[in-house]
């Protein structure tokens, strides 16, 4: 029971154009949604997150944006630079849960130079 | 202020044998959460803790345990080994204070097992 999906293993994407990182998820309850971004031999790393009173959260080069009617949220890079190949994870939450994380399988991204 | 640190980085073990994984979440971070990575199959998570109890479970057999302690330093443990637990394990805290379950986890490097 995958509970958050990323559908897409893996994304290329030219430097300077922007990355979009898809993620939908079948449990209504979730309400605070998360990504990280995780190089290899490392733990994740936090980058951004969207209570789900938001429709937009914007952080530098990262903007997620999360459509509730749909269960999807993306994560937007502009411009993508080669540091940000990586894979990334989306994360969701329910804060009237049980207050555990369900990751989704990630999405590998390359940024081609 | 220190971040999440995992030992050992890296073990090799045999089928049969258990072993230990320790994690010490950042200074004042109450909640402690495992999770299992392994390829394809994203961070599933094992259990979390918070304040020495085991406050949720996720769908693994009870080979995996784990506790803490009053200094929120967590350990989990694994008994009698499968080649199916090589994988990379990753200890999260999170501050867990005013807004449960919509504070962010902040991850340690994790620890490499490998069983063979």
């Known amino acids: 029971d995958q509970q958050v999906k990323q559908n897409s293993p893996s994304l290329s994407v030219q430097e300077g154009r922007i990355s979009i990182l898809n993620c939908d998820y079948t449990?209504?309850?979730?309400?605070?949604f998360l990504w990280y971004k995780k190089y290899p031999a490392e733990g994740p790393t936090f980058l951004i997150s969207i209570s789900s009173i938001k429709d937009k959260n914007e952080d530098g080069r990262f903007t997620v944006f999360l459509n509730k009617s749909a269960k999807h949220l993306s994560l937007h890079i502009v411009p993508s630079q080669p540091g940000d190949s990586a894979v990334y994870f989306c994360?969701?939450?329910?804060?009237?849960?049980?207050?555990?994380?369900?990751f989704g399988t990630g999405t590998r991204l390359k940024v081609l130079a | 202020k220190a971040g999440v640190t995992q030992t050992p980085r890296y073990l090799i073990k045999t089928r049969g044998q258990q072993v230990t994984l320790s994690c010490s979440p950042i200074s004042g971070h109450r909640s402690v959460s495992w999770y299992q990575q392994t390829p394809g199959q994203g961070l599933q998570f094992l259990f979390e803790?918070?304040?020495?109890?085991?406050?949720n479970k996720g769908n693994f057999p009870g080979r995996f345990s784990g506790r803490q302690f009053s200094n929120s330093r967590s350990e989990m443990n694994v008994s009698t080994l499968e080649l199916g637990d090589s994988a990379l394990y990753l200890c999260?805290?999170?501050?867990?204070?005013?807004?449960?379950?919509?504070?962010?986890?902040?991850f340690g490097p994790g620890t490499r097992l490998l069983v063979l």
């Open positions: 999260a805290s999170s501050l867990d204070q005013f807004f449960p379950g919509q504070e962010t986890q902040y």
């Open positions: 449990n209504s309850m979730f309400d605070y």
């Open positions: 803790y918070f304040s020495e109890t085991q406050r």
């Open positions: 994360a969701a939450s329910a804060a009237s849960g049980t207050y555990k994380y369900i």
